[in-house]
């Protein structure tokens, strides 16, 4: 079939875009579907206006009797009393405030403590009509609630148990001066910096090998109580650059092993070992395994431990299984715990302000055995912490990172392979939240 241009002429404009495509792409050409409409350009415009009626506006005359609830949340200081907390709620209830101040059950679990999250609901007239607080006290996955409501007969409160919630957090953070420093900048709780240093203790002395520049990466449990977070929970993965070397570790409860689960290093090799790496979560070593001046007999001898400044107090833990083979007072050394654990080995905890535990008592690795104090020969507050193996003194530091993990189980590791390709994709995406942040 052929065209002439001239025949192409009395054709609309899109039929002869068609032909002429035709003509020029030949028979092996592919062919595209067009509208035969007319073009939009050349289709006439024309304007149409039209009135539009608006409809009444209907103000409701008792407006001001509307019913409005106002809610808002707070987090209660210390200094906090009945009017205090009401007025940084926005609530000016004098019945409200007059309540709070007479009952029981609220000065006993609000007034006066800090922390506990707060939320009220107020009437369009900051009249109050219902306040509750929350807070986690325990370890089993509850929270409490104290409810406080406005009912017909007046306010009447009330304590409630819930189970939290978890949800996983993402966070990350580079090393200026400190590693409290760090989570403190990239708003991670001490609870989750304190576990860093606990998983990575083996691998990393927090003392004296941080470097500025050195990073690290954390995917943390946030506990919540009706949607507020309240604490955080337990580190799930993380990820710790020391110059430039990476060290990773993820949890893992072995379900055929049955034990209370332990962080373990991506390929499968755990972290746990038989003693932690220090006796408190994290404090300043003071005074090495080494020869010394004596701060108070004023001769050169021998310190057969570790000294850990920390303010009075301060939970001391034990290291590793045992059983408290003494615990007292006992010369220099003032109030003591001496813990006989398997092989041989002890460890000791002096001049402590106050003993958690007692002869014979069998204590399980992290049990708080006593408290940091002046007992004894100290110039200030602090733990003096010994390793003896078979009555031989030796480095605390050494045993510690010397001691046997805890291996996986075979047939754990199909689920631990993969748990751990999850958790490398969370650490992954970890890293990035200050990066991201920074620009």
């Not at 050349?42 to 009797?65: K, W």
């Not at 509307?66 to 009017?83: G, H, M, P, W």
């Not at 403590?113 to 009220?120: C, I, K, L, Q």
């Not at 607080?133 to 007046?154: I, M």
Request: hydrophobic share 40%; charged share 20%; proline share 4%.
């Amino acid at each position: 079939m052929t065209f002439s241009s001239s025949a192409l002429k009395q054709y609309p404009k899109r039929i002869t875009a068609i032909v002429a495509a035709l003509l020029l792409g030949g028979g092996g050409g592919a062919l595209a579907v067009a509208s035969f409409a007319p073009d939009a350009s050349d289709l006439p415009v024309r304007e149409v206006l039209e009135s539009v009626q608006s409809l009444p506006l209907t103000v409701p005359s008792d407006l001001d009797s509307q019913s409005f609830k106002l809610f808002r949340s707070e987090v209660t200081r210390n200094s906090d009393t009945a009017d205090t907390l009401l007025k940084r709620l926005g609530i000016d209830d004098a019945a409200a405030a007059a309540f709070l101040r007479s009952d029981a059950t609220t000065a006993q679990a609000l007034l006066g403590r800090s922390g506990r999250n707060v939320t009220s609901e107020a009437s369009g007239n900051n009249g109050l009509l219902k306040l509750s607080a929350r807070w986690s006290s325990d370890t089993e996955g509850n929270f409490k609630r104290l409810v406080v409501q406005k009912t017909p007969q007046g306010f009447q409160s009330r304590i409630e148990t819930a189970p939290l919630s978890a949800s996983a957090r993402l966070a990350s953070g580079t090393i200026e001066t400190s590693l409290f420093a760090a989570t403190d900048d990239a708003k991670i709780p001490d609870a989750v910096a304190t576990q860093l240093a606990e998983i990575f203790s083996g691998n990393i002395d927090f003392h004296r090998s941080l470097r500025k520049g050195d990073r690290f990466s954390v995917v943390y449990e946030t506990l919540e109580g009706d949607g507020e977070p309240l604490r955080a929970g337990r580190v799930l993965s993380a990820e710790f650059i020391n110059g430039g070397k990476s060290f990773q570790a993820m949890w893992f409860q072995d379900p055929v092993a049955a034990n209370k689960g332990g962080y373990y290093t991506l390929d499968g090799q755990s972290l746990r070992r038989a003693f932690l790496a220090s006796p408190m979560a994290f404090s300043r070593v003071t005074s090495g395994f080494k020869m010394r001046f004596h701060p108070l007999l004023h001769v050169w001898k021998a310190h057969q431990g570790v000294d850990y400044a920390a303010p009075t107090g301060t939970a001391v833990r034990s290291v590793g299984d045992g059983v408290v083979e003494f615990a007292g007072a006992q010369n220099g050394y003032g109030n003591i715990v001496i813990l006989k654990h398997p092989n041989n080995y002890s460890t000791v905890y002096a001049h402590l302000s106050r003993i958690n535990v007692r002869k014979g008592q069998s204590v399980s690795q992290s049990q708080t055995v006593g408290a940091v104090g002046t007992t004894g020969w100290a110039t200030g507050p602090h733990l003096h912490f010994e390793y003896r193996i078979n009555g031989v003194y030796r480095d605390p530091r050494t045993v510690a990172r010397g001691n046997e993990t805890v291996p996986l189980s075979a047939s754990a590791k199909p689920l631990f392979t993969r748990l751990a390709a999850e958790n490398q994709v969370a650490l992954s995406a970890a890293a990035t939240v200050q990066q991201s942040s920074d620009r």
